[in-house]
C-alpha cells in the first residue's frame, strides 16, 4: 500500500489570493484502493478550495462512518475535522453551524451514510436549510465491508459478486428536491471540469448545497453489469450543461452565444454561469428538475450539472433569528448585560 | 502531438538526464543504487567499463552531468553525482577489481595500433581494443602514462596512486609503450606499417600574452600548463613569494594554488573578464578562496615590469563589460590609471591550443580551418582513413570525460575499419527496460524520496594541506555520508511506462502525482497542450511523454517529463497497472560488442 508521498512538489505551482499553493491545502495519503473515485473527489475538494482562496482554518470536514467518510484525512490536513457516528454527521454538522456561523461548512458522506442509516439525519438538514455543502460520494455498494448493494444501487444493477440487485434505488437528487433542498446538482468523480466549478458554487451558495457525485467503486462494482463503474457511467452521461463558477471580484471574460446562457448570482456577488445542453431546464423551478431526471432516467442515461437552485433561500440561521456572531465570540458582557436589560426584558413581559 | 515512440532507445536515455549529459554516458542511478546497496567494487566496475577512471574522475571530472540533475530542478542542488563516483573508488575492493579486468587473449590478432600521446583518450582506446586481441604501441614524451591527467592535475587534487592505479589496469593489459618518446614524425610512425593510427596528443600548446615586457622578464613568466607539468615531475620545486596567475580558467586554479604549496605568500588572480564570467568550475574557484586566493575581474593585462632584469611588478587596465545587442561582450577602459601589482612571478593560463608541427602536410591528411586536422566528428577517422583523431588532440580542448567518450568511439572505428566495414555504420546502443514490480505495491528500487540537502564533502585543514603538495584536499564522503547522499538520487532510470488498453481513466495518477505531472486532455499542437497541463510545461528542453489516442474517452494522457520524482506513485495507485515501473539500462556498445 501507498503510504509515503514525497514533500517535493512541482516548482512553478501557482499560487492563490492567500499565497497559498495546493499544497497548503491537501491532507494525508490516501488508504482507499487505487483508483476510488473517491480519491479524485478529494482532490476536486482541494482544487476548489484552493481556487476560491479560502484559508484552510477557515473550514470544517464533517463526515460519518465509510469509505466517503474516511477522505476527509485525504483533503485539507490544516482544516478542522469530525468524524462522526455513521449517519450522524447532519446533526454534528448543524450543531456546528449554530454555533459558529462564520466557518464553511463541508459534509462529507456515502450511499450507505446518507441513504440508509443516516436517511433520517439527511432528510432534516435539508428541510433545515442548514448552510453547507454536502457530498454523497456514491458508489452504489457498501465497498468498507466488501461490496453489498446499497440503497442507491439501481435495480438490476450487479456488483462484483454477480447477484442482479432486486431493490428499486433512491435517487438522492430527487429526494433533496422534493425535501427543499436549495442547491442540487449530481457529477460524476471522472469528470473535475464539470465537478469543480460546481463545488465552487455549492461552497458559496448561502444554505444547503447538496451534491450527489457517482464515484466509482474500483474493488467491488466496477464490472460489466453495474451501472456504476467507470464504463457504464461515461457511456451513460447526459449533462445539464456546463458551469462556470466566477467569483465576485473577477469579470467573465468568455463570451457566450446570447440565450444559451443564464446567470445567478449568489449572496456574495460571485456569479454562477450556465451554459445550458438542454433548453427545457429550468433550473429556479424543481418540478422541471424532477421531470427532466426521470425523462433521462427513462432514457437510460444519468443526468449530471446543476439542476436547481435557489440563490435568495433562507438558511437555518436567519429561519430561527440566531447570533449573527459565533457564539465563541460572545463575551460576557454580550451573554450576561446586567441587571438593566433583564429589568427591560421583564417590563416588556408585564 | 503524436504518440511518444518509446521504442526509441533516445526517449528514456533523455529521461535519465544525468546519463544523458555525460559525454560518456555513463549510467549514472545504476551505480549510485549500488554504492547505497554497499557494493562498491559493483558501481566501480559499472563505471569503468564506461568511463575508464572512475577514481580520476571521481574527484576531477568536469561534471555535465550535475547542471543536467533532475534534483537541480526539483530543489536547489544536484545530486553529488562526481564525488558519489569517487566513493565507490576509495571502497572497492582492489583484489576483486583486478580479478575482474577483461581477459586478455593470449593469441593475438595479428593486428597492429599505434597510440600517440598518453592521456585518457589513447588509454581507452588501448582499453577497449586490448581485449580483443590488438597488438598495441603507445608513444608519449613523458616518462609514464597519463598524459595531461598527471601533468596537469596537481596532486592535491589527484593522488598518484590513484592515478597510477587506473593508468595500469590498461597498460598491464600488454601494452606496449615507448614512453620518453617524442614523436616527430606521423610520417615515421605510419612507415611502421600499422593497422590503424591513433592521435591522441592533447592540445599541448599554452597560449602566451604578448605585451611590453615578455622578453626582458621570461625567467620568471612561466606558461600554466608547462609549469604545472614541470612541478608534477618535480623539475620545479619553487616560485616566489609574490605570484600573480593570469587566467580565470581550471588551469589557472590549479597555478595558483599550486604556487600557495611552492612557497607564495601571496597569490592573485586576476581576469580580464567580469567574474561571472570566469570559466573555472565554480567549486575550483571555491577551493581556491578556500586557501586565502583572491580573484581580480575586469583587469586587463597591459605590461610586465621589469627592473634590472628582473621581473617587480605587472600594470593593468580597469574595464568595464559593455554587450552589444547581440549579446557580443567587449571589454572597455574605464580610462583610469593603470593599477601595479608587484609580483616575482607570473604564471599564465588563459588558454591552449592544439599543435601540430609533427605531422606532415603530405600524407593525405586535410587540415582545415585554424590548421585543425579534418575529423569526422561521428567515426573521428580524418581524411587518412588508417589516422584517427580523439580527445583534445579532434576538436580542441574539452575535459577528460569527453577524451574517453571519443576513445570509446574511436576503438569502434578502429575494429570495423581493419575488419574492412564500413565506419559510419555505428552500432546500436544496447538497451534493457524490465519491470520493477514486485509486490501489489513494492518496488524494487527505493522510491522514497528523501529530503536531505546536499552533503557537502570534507576538506582536509587548510594549514596543513598548504605546507605539502601531495597532500589531497579534499577527503571525499565516508560511507556513511555517501550513503546518505545516495539516497538523494531520485531514480530517474526507472522508467515510467504508461500501457493505453490498460487504463480505465480513473484520474487516480493524476490525483496523486506530487508534482503533477500528469493530465488527461484532448490531444493538440505541443505549444497548446503545454498550456492546458495540470501545472506549468515551461522547461521545453524536457519531452512531453504522449499516449496514443485508444482511450476510452478519446482523451490522451500527456506526462512532462520535467519534474517527475521516479516515486512510482502513478503506478502504485493505478489499480489496473496501466503505469509500470521499468528500469532502463542503456549502455553505448563497445568495440568488439
Known sequence: MSYIKPAFRHPDLPVNDLGYTKKNYEGAISTLCAGCGHDSISAAIVQAIFELSIAPHQVAKLSGIGCSSKTPTYFLGDSHGFNSVHGRMPSVATGANMANRDMIYVGVSGDGDTASIGMGQFTHAVRRNVNMMYVVENNGCYGLTKGQDSATSDVGSMSKKGEPNPFEAIDLVSVALQLGATFVARSFSGDKEQLIPLIKAAISHQGFAFIDIISPCVTFNNNPGSTKGYEYVRDHLAATGTVDFVPMKEELTTSYQSGTAEEVTLHDGSVVHLYKGDESLDIHNRRSALKLIKDYKAQDKILTGLLYMDADSQDLHETIGTSNKPLRSLTEQDLCPGNKVLQNINDSLR | ?593
Open chain 2, 1 to 593: 502531438m503524436k504518440p511518444t515512440d518509446i521504442k526509441d532507445p533516445e526517449y528514456f536515455h533523455k529521461v535519465v538526464d544525468c546519463q544523458y549529459a555525460c559525454p560518456a554516458h555513463t549510467p549514472v542511478p545504476e551505480y549510485i543504487r549500488l554504492i547505497a546497496m554497499g557494493r562498491y567494487s559493483d558501481a566501480y566496475m559499472v563505471n569503468w567499463e564506461s568511463n575508464v577512471f572512475p577514481g580520476v574522475l571521481g574527484r576531477t571530472c568536469d561534471r555535465p552531468c550535475e547542471p543536467a540533475c533532475r534534483r537541480g530542478r526539483v530543489e536547489d542542488e544536484p545530486v553529488a553525482i562526481c564525488r558519489l563516483k569517487r566513493v565507490a573508488a576509495d571502497n572497492k575492493d582492489d583484489t576483486e577489481i583486478s580479478a575482474r579486468m577483461p581477459d586478455i587473449p593470449a593469441r593475438k590478432n595479428g593486428k597492429k595500433v599505434a597510440l600517440i600521446g598518453g592521456g585518457p583518450a589513447s588509454l581507452t582506446v588501448a582499453r577497449d581494443l586490448m581485449p580483443l586481441g590488438y597488438s598495441i604501441d603507445l608513444y608519449d614524451d613523458q616518462p609514464t602514462g597519463g598524459g595531461f591527467m598527471r601533468s596537469q592535475i596537481p596532486s592535491f587534487r589527484l593522488p598518484e596512486t590513484v592515478l597510477n592505479q587506473e593508468v595500469n589496469y590498461i597498460l598491464d593489459m600488454g601494452v606496449v609503450t615507448q614512453f620518453n618518446t617524442y614523436v616527430d614524425s606521423l610520417q615515421s610512425i605510419l612507415d611502421k606499417n600499422y593497422d590503424a593510427v591513433f592521435v591522441g596528443t592533447g592540445a599541448p600548446r599554452g597560449r602566451d600574452l604578448d605585451i611590453p615586457g615578455r622578453r626582458q622578464g621570461e625567467a620568471n613568466i612561466h606558461i600554466g600548463i608547462d609549469w604545472l607539468s614541470s612541478v608534477a615531475f618535480e623539475h620545479t620545486e619553487k616560485i616566489g613569494k609574490k605570484v600573480i596567475v593570469l587566467g580565470g580558467g581550471n588551469t589557472a586554479m590549479d597555478c595558483c594554488r599550486t604556487s600557495m604549496r611552492l612557497g607564495a605568500d601571496s597569490v592573485s588572480v586576476i581576469v580580464r573578464s567580469p567574474r561571472a564570467e570566469m570559466k573555472a568550475s565554480p567549486w575550483e574557484i571555491e577551493d581556491a578562496e578556500r586557501e586565502g586566493i583572491p580573484m581580480f575581474e575586469n583587469h586587463v593585462p597591459l605590461e610586465f615590469v621589469v627592473k634590472d632584469d628582473k621581473l617587480v611588478a605587472m600594470k593593468f587596465d580597469r574595464v568595464k563589460a559593455v554587450y552589444d545587442d547581440s549579446g557580443k561582450r567587449s571589454l572597455v577602459s574605464l580610462g583610469k590609471e593603470p593599477v601595479l601589482i608587484e609580483c616575482d612571478d607570473v604564471c599564465i593560463a588563459i588558454g591552449q591550443d592544439n599543435s601540430f608541427p609533427w605531422i606532415e602536410r603530405d600524407l593525405g591528411l586535410d587540415f582545415g580551418k585554424w590548421d585543425m586536422p579534418m575529423v569526422n566528428s561521428v567515426t573521428f577517422q580524418s581524411t587518412n582513413p588508417k589516422v584517427f583523431f580523439g580527445g583534445d588532440a579532434a576538436f580542441g580542448p574539452e575535459n577528460i570525460i569527453t577524451a574517453v567518450a571519443h576513445g570509446h568511439q574511436v576503438a569502434v572505428s578502429i575494429d570495423l575499419f581493419i575488419n574492412g566495414e564500413d565506419v559510419n555504420k555505428r552500432p546500436a546502443p544496447g538497451v534493457t527496460l524490465v519491470s520493477q514490480k514486485m509486490g501489489i505495491h513494492e518496488w524494487s528500487y527505493d522510491s522514497d524520496v528523501v529530503n536531505d540537502v546536499r552533503y557537502a564533502v570534507p576538506h582536509a585543514e587548510v594549514q596543513l594541506s598548504l605546507k605539502d603538495r601531495l597532500m589531497e584536499v579534499e577527503l571525499g564522503f565516508d560511507q556513511d555520508t555517501g550513503f546518505a547522499e545516495a539516497q538523494r538520487c531520485l531514480n530517474c532510470d526507472a522508467q515510467t511506462l504508461f500501457v493505453e488498453a490498460k487504463c480505465i481513466e480513473c484520474d487516480a495518477c493524476v490525483d496523486i502525482c506530487p508534482t503533477d505531472c500528469i493530465t488527461f486532455t484532448t490531444n493538440g499542437t505541443q505549444d497548446d497542450l503545454r498550456t492546458r497541463l495540470s501545472a506549468p510545461a515551461n522547461n521545453l528542453a524536457q519531452d512531453l511523454y504522449l499516449s496514443n489516442d485508444s482511450l476510452p474517452t478519446g482523451r490522451v494522457m500527456i506526462k512532462d517529463e520535467d519534474v517527475c520524482l521516479h516515486c512510482g506513485l502513478c503506478a502504485e495507485r493505478c489499480p489496473t497497472a496501466a503505469w509500470d515501473m521499468q528500469k532502463f539500462l542503456y549502455h553505448v556498445t563497445k568495440a568488439g560488442q
